[in-house]
């Protein structure tokens, strides 16, 4: 069941994104050669419980962190650890989900690690305008499909791969509601988008291979042909006349 929030449960939300924003903020100038994604995590965090929230992936079938730190074949839930340690040329991706007076918001950043080549620089790039594609069809009367579609296909285009595993969300009182919102699909079809609705578009993607594989842990997610993968992700809310994103920080929403 799709959850269509009030008024005041929007501004819940928002409050909420702008802690999720504040997190990347923060974390940005600290992102050099030499941080474990455990340093990381541990900054992203004590920004959320600075700012009165608290973070629902801690615990969350057991996942011990508050945030996923996913370096360069990484593409999804990667376990902050001491022993992973950015170099020069990397990617990290940081993957904050915050909750607020109840209600949460949900955002990805992607950061380069110094000096990137330009084919690094390019699939950062498709990620982050991906999602932006995205959102500029979620807009009430289209459905998810809708979103699902245009996904693919700008990433497609590119030659690069979109993970069919793993998918975007609805969101709210709780980090995964209804509806689910694939990276992949087909125009026209999914639940209908109506004003109030709660969505996390998240593209994530592959520069290889579509595949992916879970690592021992139980939760890291690499790709499979072990090329790099790239995730960028806000939470928006779709409007009377279109969407606003809430997980903007003040430098993204100037430019
Ligand atoms: N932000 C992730 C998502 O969109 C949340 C992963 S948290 C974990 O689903 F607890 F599942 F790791
Ligand atoms: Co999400």
């Known amino acids: 069941m799709i959850i269509v929030k009030s008024s005041r449960e929007i501004e819940l939300m928002k409050e909420a ?18 941080i474990s994604t455990y340093e990381i995590n541990e900054i992203a965090e ?5 700012g009165g929230g608290s973070c629902p992936c801690k615990g969350y079938y057991d996942y011990p962190a508050g945030t996923c730190v ?26 904050v989900v915050a909750s607020l007076k109840g209600y949460c918001a949900d955002a990805t950043r992607t950061f380069g690690v110094g000096i990137l080549k330009d084919s690094v620089k390019q699939l950062m790039k498709v990620a982050k305008d991906a999602m932006f594609e995205g959102a500029k069809v979620a807009i009430p009367g289209n459905r998810v499909g809708d979103i699902s579609c245009t996904i693919q296909e700008y990433v497609e285009s590119f030659g690069y791969n979109v993970a ?18 694939p990276n992949f699909g087909i125009r026209g079809t999914g639940p209908l988008l109506k004003p109030g609705m709660a969505l996390a578009i998240e593209p994530m993607i592959l520069e290889g291979r579509k595949e992916t594989r879970i690592l021992g842990d139980g939760w890291t997610v690499k790709s499979k042909d072990g090329k790099l993968t790239c995730h960028y992700e806000n939470t928006i809310i779709i409007t009377e006349n279109g969407n606003e994103i809430i997980t903007l920080t003040e430098g993204e929403k100037n430019n």
Request: glycine share 10%; hydrophobic share 35%.
């Open 164 to 181: 069919r595993d793993f998918t975007g969300h609805g969101i709210g009182k709780n980090m995964h509601e209804d509806p689910s919102v």
């Open 70 to 95: 996913s370096v360069n074949e990484t593409l999804i839930h990667g376990i902050p650890s001491k022993k992973i340690i950015l170099k020069e040329g990397d990617i990290v991706s940081l993957d």
């Open 46 to 50: 004590k920004v959320i419980y600075d």
């Open 17 to 34: 994104g702008r802690l999720v924003a504040k997190v990347f903020e923060t974390v940005e100038p600290f992102i050099k050669p030499g």
